[in-house]
Structure formats: structure tokens, C-alpha cells
């Protein structure tokens, strides 16, 4: 109800409960009462205005706290955008070191292909010497040679087929790619870059979204070549694709498993990344212990 209101009716119920006065009543009832009326008045008066200020101190308070909450919002808001950028920053970093580390390993391989031609190269300059001195075997009947090496002379040299491949598979010339890598498999599956050429036909499975062929064959680099420097990617790779595949539990135990073997390679990290987004939890490498 309305201060005012709140007058006027203080007012009539006094003039109500006043008792009546004769006709002959003195001026001085009347002074009094209309006295007492004006102080009632101004008590409601101050009042009024105190409610009024109360009333606007609060609204400040209000608007002061709407303006400090939503500032904080803002706040909140810039900082969740800013930690999405830097992992998404992180995240940009750290797959383009991995494909530079990648490529590193490339052209490591490459390298050794080229050791591993000139050894042959050697090799071939030891038979001749050899050949000049010993008589010449004499061919089979038929004029076919036979002996271990004859198998490996259908095929090309092992660094031209391994070079070719991996040139394939850079140039993402895939199919070429693969059958070279198969073929330098079938000839030459002992050589240090075999688990090499394994893990690129894997690779080139998964990419072409053949996750259950890649698993099969990322095992192959791991059970076949488990000290070659495709280990880690391999196995990776392998966590990948099982999530690719929806089986999340083998998944999240193969990207551990990588963590708790090679826990300082760009491999182990990424599979951190990747745990982290699913939500999965992260083991820790096993402690070592030194025997005295």
C-alpha cells in the first residue's frame, strides 16, 4: 500500500476517533489535532523517503552485482576459449612433429638403403674377384641356374625395390606402394628395413580405412620386429584403429601398453592426447628399481 494512502487513513481515523466536542469547542482542540495530524504526516514523510533511499541503495547493490557477475561470465568464457586454443595449438604441435619426426625416419631408412646398396655393391665386387679366380659353376640341365641365389636374381636389388616403395608411398602413389613393400617383404623379409616395409603396408591400410587388416598388420611389426624403429608408431597406430573400429577397451589398453613401453617417445605423448579426450585414464610408467 502507498505511503499516501497510508496518510490519509492515519489521518480519518484519527478525526473518527477523536471524541466529539460541543459546538462551543476551543480552538486550541483544534490546533492540537491538527498538530498531531502534521507530525503523523511528517513521520510518514520521513519514512517514505527512507524506503525511497533503501530502495535505491539495493537497486545499485542489484546492478552492481549484475554487472560483476556478468563480467565474470565474460571472463570465464575468454579463459575456456583460451585453454580450447592452446590445446588445439598443442595439438597442431605436436602431429607436426610427429610428421616431421616421420620424415626424419624416412630419410633414415633411405639412408640405410643406400648403406645396404653399397654393401652389396661390395659383395658383387668380392663374387667377381672370387669368380676370376674359381672356375664358373656350370648351369643345370636346361640352362636354368639353380642355388640359393637364384630366387633373389628375379627380383629387383633391395635398396632399388625399398627406395621405389617408399617414394610410392610418399608421393601417396599407394597401390605401387603396396606392392612394392609386399615384394621386398617376399624377397628380402630378414633385412633391417623389413619391419620398415611392414609397417608402411599397415599404414597404408589404415589410411584407406582397412582397420582390421591394419591391426593384423601393425601386430605383425610388433611380434616380427619388436626392436625396429617402427615399434612405437606401430603400435600407436594400432590403438587407433581398434578405436576406429569401436573396440574402446582394447583400444585404451593398446595406447597404455604404448605409455608403459616407450614412455618418452612423441608416440607415448600422442597416445596421452588421445586418452585425455576420451576421457580414459592414463597409466603411469612402471617404476624402475636398481638391484645392489
Do not use: W
Amino acid at each position: 500500500m502507498n505511503l499516501r494512502k497510508v496518510t490519509a487513513l492515519a489521518v480519518m481515523t484519527l478525526m473518527v476517533a477523536a471524541p466529539a466536542t460541543p459546538a462551543f469547542a476551543t480552538n486550541r482542540d483544534m490546533v492540537q489535532l491538527q498538530t498531531q495530524v502534521q507530525e503523523l504526516a511528517d513521520r510518514i514523510a520521513r519514512m517514505q523517503q527512507s524506503f525511497d533511499e533503501r530502495m535505491g541503495v539495493m537497486r545499485n547493490l542489484v546492478e552492481q552485482s549484475t554487472d560483476n557477475v556478468n563480467k565474470l561470465t565474460e571472463s570465464v568464457q575468454t579463459m575456456q576459449k583460451g585453454l580450447q586454443q592452446q590445446n588445439a595449438d598443442s595439438q597442431t604441435k605436436i602431429e607436426q612433429v610427429s610428421g616431421q619426426i616421420q620424415t626424419l625416419n624416412d630419410s633414415i631408412d633411405e639412408l640405410k638403403a643406400r648403406l645396404a646398396r653399397t654393401n652389396k655393391q661390395l659383395e658383387d665386387i668380392q663374387t667377381q674377384q672370387q669368380n676370376l679366380v674359381q672356375p664358373a659353376a656350370q648351369p643345370a640341365p636346361g640352362g636354368t641356374p639353380t642355388g640359393p641365389g637364384a630366387a633373389a636374381t628375379q627380383a629387383p636389388p633391395a635398396d632399388v625395390l625399398y627406395n621405389n616403395a617408399l617414394r610410392d608411398y610418399n608421393s601417396a602413389r599407394y597401390e605401387l606402394a603396396l606392392a612394392q613393400f609386399q615384394d621386398y617383404l617376399k624377397y628380402y623379409s630378414t633385412t633391417a628395413l623389413a619391419g620398415n616395409a611392414q609397417f608402411y603396408i599397415a599404414d597404408m591400410e589404415y589410411r584407406s580405412g582397412n582397420f582390421e587388416a591394419a591391426v593384423a598388420d601393425y601386430d605383425k611389426v610388433l611380434e616380427q620386429f619388436p626392436g625396429g624403429n617402427k615399434a612405437a608408431a606401430a603400435q600407436l597406430k594400432k590403438g587407433y584403429s581398434l578405436l576406429e573400429l569401436g573396440r574402446k577397451d582394447a583400444g585404451v589398453r593398446e595406447l597404455n601398453a604404448l605409455i608403459q613401453r616407450y614412455p618418452r617417445t612423441i608416440e607415448a605423448t600422442q597416445a596421452r592426447e588421445r586418452l585425455h579426450k576420451l576421457g580414459a585414464a592414463t597409466s603411469r610408467p612402471a617404476a624402475t628399481h636398481k638391484t645392489h
